[in-house]
């Protein structure tokens, strides 16, 4: 057996920074994952962990979802990858119309990074406007245009952004402050921003709500000065509810990122709209969009399977119980510390130093030095969160009522241990 160790010190010669993801560094070094079940991940050491990164969000269906699994291997006998169209990209393209608001048509694409990408690029090509305005802290992906005042990993380093990304690239964003509503229509009010792209609930710098009306003023604001409103539902598409962010704040988006959840597991995203926006996308329209992988077979059926089990009754309804249990009993525990604890359906974050977060100003001042203790403490007691402040925490339909007590026990008991 080797351990995680000696699988890092490895891993570090031929793996840029032993990783193949920057979040998924810790100190001193990570665990390396062996199987995973359910709510649990099992490392190479033989040790589990209650998980509450679930992938950083996919995993809403919990580790090897029996009937996932049985639809993916139903469709690897009949072939991996055609390039061709295929009947169940209709079937999954037609049930992603009926559930998710606003949306008619779509196009599949592999990554979350590559649906705003092209939701850009349709905002941009449809408005005749190059301005993109986003919000501090929020994340939208790894390509250039978005890497300005981001969030999640890049939150961690020194320039919240990137090396390599010419000025030129990025002169046409502009990050403003989230829940700011003056700070965003003092830009958008000039009348050159093609499109306002926005996290509904920043969850990329832990998990920052919206204030009350906030989100409609942004839509407001959008509708009145003839810029879309893209938005990033990539982590709260399918999570605080079938219909995500729109249906949970009632708010409309011109165009919807989708990501995570809707592939159960394989690499699946997808930007959708009103007929009238997407028609512009090639091969139809000519805002330009391709992709080898884009609808690939293997992870449409997980994708179908996926929306068949969130269309259960008892789906959402247990999530958010078992959200509220969580979330409850880390209230009772540290609502005499100095911490501030925010949640929707199936993602909470709790965050230490601090009594308010409503932007990414107030997340940066959380004490990171404590979440790094408290993450450690709880890795000990077999607990898995998101390794970094600025991460969400998420729940899967597999983290039941022993789960979490088990993981409440833990909490409790590492908060007593950093405390000392
Ligand atoms: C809100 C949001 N949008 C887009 C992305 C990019 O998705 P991907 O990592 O699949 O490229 C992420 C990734 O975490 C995200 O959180």
């Known amino acids: ?47 589990s962990y209650i998980d509450y990164c679930l992938g950083y969000g996919p995993m809403m269906l919990g580790h090897k979802n029996p009937e996932i699994i049985d639809a993916v291997k139903h469709q690897l006998e009949k072939g991996t990858d055609y390039g061709t169209p295929t009947e169940d990209e209709i079937t999954f393209a037609k049930r992603l119309s ?46 250039d245009v978005v890497l300005v005042k981001a969030g999640s990993g890049v939150m961690t380093t020194a320039s919240p952004g990137s090396i390599g990304i010419p000025k030129d690239s990025i002169k046409n964003t502009i990050s403003v402050q989230f829940n700011n509503i003056e700070a965003l229509s003092s830009i958008v009010e000039k009348g050159n921003v093609a499109g306002i792209i926005i996290e509904p609930i920043i969850a990329n710098a832990g ?57 159960g597991g394989f690499p699946l995203a997808a930007f959708g709209g009103k007929k009238k926006i997407m028609n512009e996308v090639s091969p139809e329209g000519h805002v330009y969009n391709a992709g080898t992988f884009n609808g690939n077979p293997v992870s449409i059926a997980a994708g179908l399977k996926t929306l068949d089990i969130l269309e259960r009754k008892e789906t959402y309804p247990k999530l958010k119980n078992m959200t509220d249990k969580i979330t409850d009993g880390i209230y009772d ?3 005499k510390m100095k911490t501030a604890l925010y949640s929707a359906p199936g993602m909470f974050c709790l965050y230490f130093g601090v009594e308010k977060v409503k932007n990414y100003e107030d ?37 039941d009522e022993e789960v979490i007590d088990k993981t409440l026990e833990s909490m409790s008991s590492a908060l007593k241990t950093i405390k000392r």
């Open 333 to 335: 525990m540290t609502s």
């Open 98 to 143: 009926q559930i998710v608001p606003n949306v008619e048509k779509v196009r599949c694409v592999s990554t979350g990074t590559e649906a705003t990408m092209s939701a850009i690029r349709l905002a941009r090509g449809i408005t005749q406007r190059d301005k993109i305005v986003k919000f501090d802290g929020g994340f939208h992906g790894a390509h």
């Open 1 to 47: 057996m080797r351990s995680n160790k000696d699988l890092f010190d490895e891993s570090k010669k031929y793996l840029c920074g032993g990783v193949n993801s920057p979040v998924r560094a810790m100190k001193p070094y990570p665990f390396f994952t062996e199987r995973a079940k359910g709510p649990m991940l099992l490392d190479v050491e033989g040790n």
């Open 207 to 263: 998990c920052i709500l919206p204030e009350k009306g906030y989100l409609k003023e942004v839509k407001r604001t959008a509708k009145q000065n003839g810029t879309l409103l893209i938005m990033d539902e990539v982590i709260t598409g399918f999570r605080v509810g079938l219909g995500g962010a729109q249906e949970y704040f009632k708010v409309n988006g011109d165009i919807i990122t989708m990501g995570k959840i809707i592939g």
């Open 363 to 399: 997340a940066k001042k959380s004490d990171t030095e404590m979440f790094k203790k408290f993450h450690k403490e709880l890795l000990k007691k077999g607990v898995f969160l998101p390794p970094s402040q600025f991460e969400c925490n998420f729940l899967s339909i597999d983290h």
